[in-house]
């Protein structure tokens, strides 16, 4: 006879040991020879127990938010270095995202006298100082430097109660 069979039960399909009806042969129904089988049934049957600790959240952090937070501060203090102190006055590093630096400019004239010495080389001796961080273009933008202060929404001011 086999020492395997089907369970009798509709919907399970999966195979038993066959064990004889003696109470000595049932509780040794796994024997030494036996243990590639025991070890296998291990391994399938304990799970391994969920992490619930927060370290995804350190490499999200780092991959996220400190390693740009560094590379804009090296683009920084190039830009503080390479571009004079009359044009650093009037623009702001708006931030550094893909390999693409926004800057914001305060006034036309400013942004065309910054748009020349970018073309006339400044733009590459920045990727020179910068080599270590993906520097591909910078992307200049009129407007004013201070954000804006956005009006209050209309629907906060009909639901006050007084």
Known sequence: MSPWRWSGRPGRRFPRPFLSESPAEYHGAVQPDDDSRLRWLRERRLRPERDYSLGFVREMFKSRIERPFHQLQAVSEAWMRLVPEDLRACCRLEGLQRGVLRVR???SARLYTL?????SGL???LKDELRGIRLSRIVLRQGPLEPQDRPERRSAAHNDPS
């Open 115 to 119: 748009d020349r010495l970018l073309k």
């Open 105 to 107: 400019v305060e006034g």
């Open 123 to 125: 733009e590459a001796r």
